[in-house]
């Protein structure tokens, strides 16, 4: 299994900056692909980024894309959201996940595993 643990949430202005970080526990973690989904209050989740197992692929969506970096660093079993310009529709509760699709996927349904989330919130 892999376990996540998802920090970095927290307040900021529109412009802004936050970095989420996703701390896995498992020694399989290498092998699966990682995903950023968020949800708002009464919205679908929704998915922001992916980056695949080696690191070598990223998908992003249309929304965040040239805002939003998706990184990973296996040493350190952490994947990593840098989120700039940020907008009030950003808002939401950001969540990672784990797949074994090594390359990721953007369907909430293909990840196994997921964190507890942590708020994000974006004034304006």
């Known amino acids: 299994q892999v376990q996540r643990v998802e920090s970095g949430g927290g307040l900021v202005q529109a412009g802004g900056s936050l970095r989420l970080s996703c701390a896995a526990a498992?020694?399989?973690?290498?092998?699966?692909?990682i995903a950023w989904f968020r949800q708002a209050p009464g919205k679908e989740r929704e998915f922001v980024a992916a980056?695949?197992?080696?690191?070598?692929?990223?998908d992003y969506a249309d929304s965040v894309k040239d805002r939003f970096t998706i990184s990973r660093d296996n040493d350190k079993n952490t994947v990593y959201l840098q989120m700039n310009s940020l907008k009030p529709e950003d808002t939401a509760v950001y969540y990672c996940?784990?797949?074994?699709?090594?390359?990721?996927?953007?369907?909430?349904?293909?990840?196994?595993?997921w964190g507890q989330g942590t708020q994000v919130t974006v004034s304006s």
């Open positions: 980056i695949s197992w080696t690191g070598g692929t990223t």
């Open positions: 498992g020694r399989t973690f290498w092998s699966y692909a």
């Open positions: 996940a784990a797949t074994a699709k090594r390359l990721g996927s953007r369907n909430y349904y293909d990840y196994n595993y």
